[in-house]
């Protein structure tokens, strides 16, 4: 056991990667590749159980750590670590892999060993991206995620799948090689590719200003904020629902991660030139996906221009540069992951039954499908952020923090306007609820529609207890990533790059939480 859990980083990235090498080579058949490809998610779940109960949340520094010297004499190292930054996004990304493995179980029939062998071929790099310490190994994770979805796309995809997913590709593949850029010159300068020696740079304000810009565009892309997010609805809509599962719940959250690791710490003066630009950026992105939703014919389109006005509150509460706000952001990723992804999911449902995802192809679904309509209605009313689930946490401390900002000229216009979209997200998405499940069920093609069976019940169950378990416990989150936060944003007061807005959050009065839940502390230390 200790050989497990001194390099249990190591375990729960590599994994799933044995699983589909040996999905690709030795299990061919597709009953027994389904069995092998959920047992090694599961087992993967498990792992990651341990980071969860062995978890300091206590200390902001990574831990679990495993270093070993790679290339150039060491200056690159095979080098993993873990805070509570990285545990929250890495509970996600093994809880949703076995979910995701078990809602294919029908609707993949083709080139199944490859299929899951590409599922967790993408959790791997995933994972990795979220342990790697060194900024080449970083890279290398980055850039792996690109293949697996590539083909989950490309050959399992809809009509349109090849043009989704050379889009998919050459959009992130254009952001990438900026960063890769940056990247190099940063090893030039401080000999290593080690995360601690890139922050203990001392870059020009010039230098800081271009490398954020190439750091950032790759993170922006990804996420995908406004106007760089052309490439998602297109990659949503045609991807399987694993993919689209798997692209909402974690891919995306890449984008904003990567902002708060890399780009926000990395380079302060960056951040206080341009944190006005990009909050500006993600409130239209909020309202313009917000807008766009409503008008949408299609389910699984309306649900993807959604992610790109949930993501907008994820980089506004980044940028507001405030530990509320940076917090608020961390847990709308999670909150964002666990509705939207289970959204995906129900509209999977609903296509195997009727190979359409056209509105007005339904109406009147709670007739014949009642247990499908009352899950389908708690996501809902989780993705538009109703008081007592995930969402309403994350959107109501991004919006405080925003509100509070004081790096934010016009902080409290931004919150107003932010708050539209919160309005608009409720319209389109009740107006859509009504429309498929409510009122007379006049198509007879919706008749005899089966309700949720099991294994779609064991598939939902898990995501739609968390939405309300982090909706009333915040504290379990938040707890855990408090000191993280800190550290990553340590070096944004240090090098004063947002003082006033690092300030007005340092006095905020602590936030008491319900008894048996903690408390999060937006003091300063002395408060604690």
Do not use: C
């Not at 190994?137 to 989704?164: D, S, T």
């Not at 230098?207 to 106007?227: R, S």
């Not at 949930?310 to 952001?329: I, M, Q, R």
């Not at 995802?357 to 209605?377: C, K, N, Q, V």
Request: proline share 5%.
């Amino acid at each position: 056991m200790s050989f497990i859990t001194d390099h249990i980083l190591s375990w729960v990235t590599f994994l799933p990667l044995a699983g589909s090498l040996l999905l690709w080579t030795v299990v061919r058949r597709e009953g027994p590749a389904r069995l092998l490809a959920l047992g090694v998610a599961l087992a993967d779940f498990v792992l990651s159980l341990h980071l969860w109960f062995h978890f300091d949340p206590k200390t902001g520094v990574d831990q679990f750590v495993e270093r070993v010297a790679w290339l150039a004499d060491g200056r690159i190292s095979y080098n993993l670590g873990m805070d509570g930054i990285s545990l929250m996004l890495v509970m996600l990304t093994t809880l949703l892999g076995p979910i995701v493995i078990l809602s294919t179980w029908r609707a993949v029939t083709e080139r199944v060993p490859e299929f899951m062998g590409f599922l967790l071929l993408l959790q791997a790099a995933m994972l990795g991206t979220f342990f790697a310490r060194d900024m080449l190994l970083f890279y290398v994770f980055w850039e792996a995620m690109l293949i697996p979805m590539y083909f989950i796309i490309g050959v399992w995809g809809g009509q349109r799948r090849l043009y989704a997913a050379v889009k998919f590709f050459i959009f992130t593949m254009v952001g990438s090689v900026f960063m890769l850029i940056g990247i190099i010159y940063m090893y030039y300068h401080a000999g290593s590719m080690d995360l601690r020696a890139f922050l203990a740079l001392d870059l020009p304000r010039q230098a800081q200003l271009w490398l954020f810009g190439a750091f950032f565009l790759a993170f922006a892309i990804k996420v995908p904020l406004f106007p760089l997010h052309t490439w998602l609805p297109d990659a949503h809509v045609e991807a399987p629902t694993a993919g689209s599962v798997i692209l909402a719940g974690v891919l995306l959250k890449m984008g904003t991660y990567g902002m708060l690791r890399f780009a926000m710490p990395l380079f302060p003066q960056g951040v206080a030139t341009f944190a006005p630009l990009i909050s500006t950026l993600a409130v239209i992105g909020i309202i313009y996906g917000a807008l766009v939703a409503l008008v949408q014919p299609d389910v699984k389109k309306l649900v993807a221009y959604s992610s790109v006005s949930h993501l907008g509150f994820a980089v506004l509460g980044l940028f507001s540069l405030t530990k509320l706000g940076v917090a608020g952001s961390l847990y709308q990723m999670l909150a964002h992951g666990l509705s939207t992804g289970a959204l995906f999911l129900l509209v999977g449902v609903i296509y195997e039954r009727r190979h359409t995802r056209e509105i007005s192809e339904f109406g009147g679904l709670a007739h014949g499908m009642p247990r499908y309509a009352t899950i389908f209605l708690i996501t809902t009313l989780a993705s538009m952020g109703l008081p007592g689930m995930a969402g309403f946490v994350a959107e109501f401390m991004i919006l405080f923090g925003t509100f509070g900002s004081t790096t934010l000229a016009h902080g409290r216009l931004l919150t107003v306007l932010a708050s539209t979209g919160v309005v608009l997200g409720a319209i389109y998405m009740l107006w859509m609820y009504q429309r498929v499940f409510l009122g007379r069920r006049d198509n007879p093609r919706n008749e005899g529609l089966a309700d949720l069976s099991g294994r779609e019940l064991v598939v939902l169950l898990p995501l739609v207890v968390l939405m309300f378990w982090l909706g009333v416990r915040p504290g379990v989150v938040l707890d855990r990533v408090e000191a993280s936060i800190d550290r990553v944003l340590a070096p944004l007061a240090i090098e004063g790059a947002a003082p006033a807005g690092l300030g007005a959050a340092l006095t905020t009065p602590v936030l008491e939480l319900p008894e048996g839940q903690g408390r999060f502390v937006f003091g300063n230390p002395e408060m604690r």
